[in-house]
């Protein structure tokens, strides 16, 4: 069982920078590979990010990719996203998620997904 808390979301104008964590409980946190996703108000939850447990392989949304970072903490059991140059249709909820595979988080289903955050909330304002 793993437990995800987000924090690190907040209001910042077009342009700034926020950085999101992800703070897990569990020591079977470095068997998943972790990720963001976002759900803006109306729409459906989308991936953003995510990051290989063991190879470390990265994959980001087209729409963020070159201003948004993932990374994680093996030995704090910590996810982050760092996001630069915010715009503000990146306003969203954003969820932390544990899944099987990087990959699969980029371009499955959202249900394959084995554990979510309670998200928290990124308005950036024009």
């Known amino acids: 069982q793993v437990q995800l808390v987000e924090s690190g979301g907040g209001l910042v104008q077009a342009g700034g920078s926020l950085r999101l964590s992800c703070a897990a409980s569990g020591r079977t946190f470095n068997r998943y590979s972790m990720g963001w996703f976002r759900q803006a108000l109306g729409k459906e939850r989308e991936f953003v990010a995510s990051r290989g447990h063991i190879s470390g392989s990265t994959y980001y949304a087209e729409s963020v990719k070159g201003r948004f970072t993932i990374s994680r903490d093996n030995v704090n059991y910590t996810v982050y996203l760092q996001m630069n140059s915010l715009k503000p249709e990146d306003t969203a909820v954003y969820y932390c998620?544990?899944?099987?595979?990087?990959?699969?988080?980029?371009?499955?289903?959202?249900?394959?997904?084995?554990?979510w955050g309670q998200g928290t909330q990124v308005t950036v304002s024009s």
């Open positions: 998620a544990a899944g099987p595979s990087a990959y699969t988080m980029a371009t499955k289903s959202i249900s394959e997904n084995d554990y």
